[in-house]
């Protein structure tokens, strides 16, 4: 069954509760040195809980240095908008590798954009955060993370 291992990435909004609860007793369990019991009791979740997903589920922003991600975005047709959006990878210190804009349609252009996560980088979930929120990005989704 190991070979059929299969990852995603999910938006937090999309997960249930629990594996939500087991990636914070993580953090607490690595940042503050809890035990899992006090950690799991803080949360309110069973240790069989913990012990079930604690290998599982991570957030996005960890062990993502040195690593790369292929996103892809909708955004619209507004003179300076992909300036926008390099600026944000710039600010955050990430490196573009490849770009690639489609001529608009309707109005509306696919971005597909490979960024390498340096040790510099700051928050990478951050930086796609910021980039969807941008006023003219329609969505944005992630393709890869290699």
């Known amino acids: 069954m190991e070979d059929n291992i299969k990852y ?3 938006k937090q909004k999309a997960l249930p509760e629990v594996l939500l609860k087991v990636a914070e007793a993580n ?3 690595e940042t503050k040195g809890c035990s899992i019991a006090d950690a799991t009791d803080q949360l309110g979740i069973s240790r069989s809980s913990y012990y079930k997903y604690k290998d599982d589920i991570f957030p996005f922003r960890d062990n ?3 690593k790369t991600i292929t996103f892809v ?3 619209d047709d507004e003179p300076g908008l992909l300036s926008l959006v390099l600026k944000t990878v ?3 210190q990430a490196n573009i590798l490849t770009i690639h804009q489609t001529i608009p349609v309707n109005g509306v252009a696919s971005l597909t954009l490979s960024v390498d996560i340096l040790p510099t980088t ?4 951050k ?3 910021e980039i969807e929120q941008l006023t003219g ?5 992630i393709l890869s993370r290699e």
């Open 73 to 75: 975005l909708s955004m």
């Open 137 to 141: 990005v329609r969505y944005l989704k």
């Open 27 to 29: 953090r607490l369990i």
């Open 122 to 125: 700051g928050d990478s979930s």
């Open 127 to 129: 930086m796609i955060e």
């Open 90 to 92: 710039a600010q955050f």
């Open 64 to 66: 993502v240095k040195g």
């Open 8 to 10: 995603y990435v999910v």
